[in-house]
């Protein structure tokens, strides 16, 4: 069974950055996407970032684009989500997952494990 643990969730004002790490348990993290997805009090969960089981491609929702980074780590077994300027509306659960393939895909159905997710507060 694969586990999924989120760390660096915080309170940050507007205009900070923050970054957050998900360290997958198992022998197969290099070969699945990752992704990062966030829910708001009262919304969907939505998606944020993906990238895929080699780090050569990702894919970002156009909200962060250009204000997150994805990447990670296959010797750590670890995923990372590097966010500056923050905006109030970023103030969400953010959840990790792992893919079905290798590929980055922004659709929550094509992910198969999910982390329980972080609490990030962006104040004004």
């Known amino acids: 069974q694969v586990q999924l643990v989120e760390s660096g969730g915080d309170l940050v004002q507007a205009g900070g950055s923050l970054r957050i790490s998900c360290a997958a348990s198992?022998?197969?993290?290099?070969?699945?996407?990752m992704g990062w997805f966030r829910q708001a009090p009262g919304k969907e969960r939505e998606f944020v970032a993906t990238i895929s089981w080699d780090g050569g491609w990702t894919n970002y929702a156009d909200s962060v684009k250009g204000r997150f980074t994805i990447s990670r780590d296959n010797a750590k077994n670890t995923v990372y989500l590097q966010m500056n300027s923050l905006k109030p509306e970023g103030t969400a659960v953010y959840y990790c997952a792992r893919g079905t393939t290798g590929n980055t895909t922004i659709t929550t159905g094509a992910y198969g494990f999910w982390g329980h997710g972080i609490q990030i507060t962006v104040s004004t």
């Open positions: 198992g022998r197969t993290f290099s070969s699945y996407a």
